[in-house]
């Protein structure tokens, strides 16, 4: 079974950046895609940042101009580099791997 890790979550002032890791495990058969979700407290979750095994990443409004995703060729890693943070962006970062794999969080806060 595949399971994924999340890391590099943490505590950073506003305009600081992050670089999230994700690292996967297991039976991994082919390229997968890959991405990012977070929650914010009181809030849905809602995605981030999304990488396909062709083509160029897709991103949420909020993160166009500010964050990066990024893989390693098998999918066996994926990053996702913050910069430029806000105190929006606080909660917690979700890695997935299609179909409906999920790892189980990194903490990330955003001080005022």
């Known amino acids: 079974q595949v399971r994924l890790v999340e890391s590099g979550g943490g505590l950073v002032q506003p305009g600081g950046s992050l670089r999230l890791s994700c690292t996967a495990s297991g039976s991994i058969s082919s390229r997968n895609a890959m991405g990012w979700y977070r929650q914010a407290p009181g809030k849905q979750r809602e995605l981030v940042a999304h990488?396909?095994?062709?083509?160029?990443?897709e991103y949420a409004d909020f993160a166009k101009g500010r964050f990066t995703i990024s893989g390693d060729n098998n999918r066996n890693t994926v990053y996702l580099q913050m910069n430029s943070l806000k105190p929006d962006d606080t909660g917690v970062y979700y890695c997935y791997m299609t179909p409906g794999v999920w790892g189980q969080g990194t903490q990330v806060t955003v001080s005022s």
């Open positions: 990488l396909a095994s062709s083509g160029p990443a």
